[in-house]
């Protein structure tokens, strides 16, 4: 009790709260920008944490890790752009209520589950940190495996349509993955010294989404002009309203169990928001479809359910505390970000792991505390931010809102490494990305797939290595349970619409 009030004094300090405030907002306006993602933002603002206090300058981090995910729903919602890699999902039904008229409802759900998922990990960080840590360092190469695996099965079920052309955008995602020097071997490199580390993710985020929306907008606004019609925007109600009690309730059960589902997820090191995202994400689908079968009235999945924005939102969220449960407690971070949160750490001379809480407890706790007030001060903070971020984009006509977006784009795709190369690759596959939407692929099996490609050969490779070759390390009962459990549920989800659709065809 005295190591918390020892947290809450720090975190109680006028300029501690004045950082942790300008974090949260900072966070949500850029996240809102594709492409300049947490990463970058951290990376950013590593150079200013030699001239600041230690409590300033992880007040000033913690608030920009909370809020990055929701300044990313506001564009994947309102134009289909995810701001953040996070929030591809959450472009996909958002965006389809925005059209149907409910932009207001889809940013509430999107706000409010992004705090419930927040707050529900910042208490899971308090009361589950040693225990959690304890679960993560089960997970070696043959787990981490069979964990991508388990994401790439959960593509399955967000295939609406033909289950064929899923497989081809994971399969393409996969192709994408394996560009590089690997191995000592390079791979589809065409001598090309660009794709040596491989193709640059945040250039092909902005691609496949960004420059994609800007063409569909460049459609719809030529499109209303063939017709004789001043192009305009169709919406002029831009306000996020408070969800009502009914909502509420009918949100909770997708809130807790996303939150479950990115809480254990975020503990695992290296495995991702986008994984619990995804994962979370597909066992909404499932309980949506089976709940609302019988309502011709319910949107389904990806037509503009409000649960494919409650559940990406709120996974993306519960992550970002949980993965600073085997920051704390091991000194191992759990994805990039927390990385990048260790190197200030070390900068301001304190040491990520065991040693933290013996020799900086009120600075832990002062760390924790931060995540559970900046979930807290988000939900307001984002009300009027999105308020006017929105009253901005709707007073823009689609052609200038178009230049706006691509220019945006290019920035972002420009500012990761500093060359014309990331905006090539984002214009190249802006164009693959506008060539799948007209036939009908999606893509996010292709996000995916690139993302979690890389990983699993390299997981492959060690347990591999570790094992002797031996394959069957994968699925020992003793040796790796956990691997075998994975598997196992993986296959259910291969299996499952195979099974819907034999079982429908027999019905006939």
Request: glycine share 10%; charged share 10%; net charge neutral.
């Amino acid at each position: 009790m005295d190591a918390i009030l020892q947290g809450f004094y720090v975190l109680s300090d006028p300029f501690v709260l004045g950082f942790l405030t300008t974090g949260v907002v900072l966070g949500l306006l850029i996240g809102a920008i594709p492409g300049l993602n947490d990463n970058i933002t951290f990376a950013v603002f590593i150079p200013f944490v030699f001239g600041m206090e230690a409590s300033h300058a992880l007040a000033l981090m913690v608030g920009v890790y909370c809020s990055t995910s929701v300044g990313g729903a506001i564009p994947a919602i309102m134009l289909k752009v995810p701001g953040t890699a996070s929030s591809l999902l959450t472009s996909i039904d958002g965006n389809a209520m925005t059209r149907q008229g409910k932009a207001p409802q889809a940013l509430s759900v999107a706000i409010t589950s992004s705090v419930v998922g927040g707050l529900t990990s910042s208490v899971v960080l308090i009361f589950f940190a040693p225990l959690l840590a304890a679960f993560a360092l089960r997970f070696g190469p043959a787990e981490n495996v069979a964990l991508g695996i388990l994401g790439l099965a959960s593509v399955v079920g967000m295939m609406s349509g033909s289950i064929f052309k899923g497989l081809i955008a994971a399969a393409f995602g996969l192709l994408i993955s394996s560009v590089g020097y690997h191995y000592g071997q390079d791979r589809l490199t065409f001598d090309n010294f660009y794709f040596y580390d491989g193709v640059p993710l945040v250039p092909l985020l902005v691609g496949l989404f960004g420059i994609t929306a800007v063409l569909e907008l460049v459609e719809e606004d030529v499109a209303e002009r063939l017709r004789g019609n001043e192009p305009g925007q169709r919406q002029k109600d831009v306000r996020a309203v408070i969800l009502d009690s009914k909502m509420v309730k009918r949100l909770w059960p997708t809130w807790l169990r996303s939150s479950a589902i990115g809480n254990i997820i975020g503990v695992i090191p290296g495995a991702g928001a986008l994984m619990a995202i995804y994962i979370s994400y597909d066992q909404a689908r499932r309980h949506h479809e089976t709940k609302y079968q019988n309502d011709p009235d319910e949107p389904k999945f990806g037509e503009g359910a409000v649960e494919g924005v409650a559940a990406p939102e709120a996974a993306n969220n519960a992550v970002v505390a949980s993965s600073m449960v085997p920051l704390l407690s091991l000194g191992i971070p759990g994805n990039s970000v927390s990385a990048l949160f260790i190197a200030a750490m070390q900068i301001k001379g304190l040491a990520a792991g065991p040693l933290l809480f013996q020799r900086n407890i009120d600075i832990v706790w002062m760390i924790i505390l931060a995540f559970f007030a900046a979930n807290l001060m988000m939900g307001p903070i984002a009300y009027i931010t999105v308020r006017w971020l929105i009253s901005l984009i709707y007073a823009l006509p689609r052609s200038v809102l178009a230049t706006a977006v691509a220019l945006l784009c290019l920035t972002g795709a420009y500012a990761v490494e500093s060359t014309m190369f990331g905006v090539w690759v984002a214009l190249v596959f802006g164009i693959v990305g506008y060539g799948f939407r007209k036939a009908g692929v999606p893509i996010a099996p292709v996000i995916l797939a690139v993302i979690l490609g890389e990983r699993i050969e390299s997981s492959l490779y060690n347990a591999l290595q570790l094992s002797g070759g031996n394959w069957f390390t994968f699925i020992d009962p003793l040796g790796h349970p956990i691997s075998l459990l994975l598997l196992v549920v993986s296959a259910g989800f291969l299996a499952s619409p195979l099974i819907k659709r034999w079982r429908t065809s027999r019905a006939r």
